[in-house]
């Protein structure tokens, strides 16, 4: 069965560091485009950061800088390390693969930034 | 970046009622649009990609279509487990774009 599960949310202070996880199973990470994509309480979704096939890095404009997205092959997993982390970044984070479009989802895990 | 522009925020109907949503990219992103579905508390479930294909398991009242930089999606007869809020999604080009979400409510 193809399953994504994310892990590693939780309660952060304003400019702290967390870094969120994403492991794949029925399938390799190296062989989908995966990305995060993030929803604020109430809000739209918000397309944060995707690694291509070849592992080539593309970030939304509010993240650059601060967020780096990574995999590793051997644990099939999926990463975003979280930097300089702002009040604004408080939201639901799910992973996600395809070829662009995203055909598989995990079910989020909650990232809350606030003093 | 590419905007998406989706509309209408929020949709009334009822049970049998034929349903569109439109989205128009700010720019040409050929077919390289997707449509999404998701309900409170869940995660989005892919519905349609390249405009107008049809994802696996996905029943055959949804529909998509193009017309240059607008596109819409149909559902033919709004059943019960339709009501929910819908999203378009671009992915022409390296940085992806959602619209702002479409709520279909009774």
């Known amino acids: 069965e193809v399953q994504l599960v994310e892990t590693g949310g939780g309660l952060i202070q304003p400019g702290g560091s967390l870094r969120v996880s994403c492991a794949a199973s029925g399938f390799s990470v190296t062989s989908k485009y995966m990305t995060w994509v993030r929803q604020a309480p109430g809000k739209g979704l918000e397309w944060v950061s995707a690694i291509y096939t070849g592992g080539s890095t593309y970030y939304a404009e509010s993240v650059k800088g601060r967020f780096t997205i990574s995999r590793d092959n051997s644990k099939n997993t999926l990463y975003l390390e979280m930097n300089s982390l702002r009040v604004e970044d408080t939201a639901v984070y799910y992973c996600?693969?395809?070829?662009?479009?995203?055909?598989?989802w995990g079910k989020g895990t909650t990232v809350t930034v606030s003093s | 970046d590419i905007q998406m522009t989706q509309s209408p925020s929020t949709l009334s109907a009822s049970v049998g009622d034929r349903v569109t949503i439109t989205c128009r990219a700010s720019q040409s992103i050929s077919s390289w649009l997707a449509w999404y579905q998701q309900k409170p508390g869940k995660a989005p479930k892919l519905l349609i990609y390249?405009?107008?294909s049809l994802e696996n398991g996905v029943p055959s009242r949804f529909s998509g279509s193009a017309s240059g930089t607008e596109f819409t999606l149909t559902i033919a007869s709004l059943q019960p487990d339709d009501f929910a809020t819908y999203y378009c999604?671009?992915?022409?080009?390296?940085?992806?774009?959602f619209g702002q979400g479409t709520k279909v409510e009774i």
């Open positions: 390249k405009a107008s």
């Open positions: 996600a693969g395809g070829e662009g479009y995203m055909d598989v």
């Open positions: 999604q671009q992915y022409n080009t390296y940085w992806w774009t």
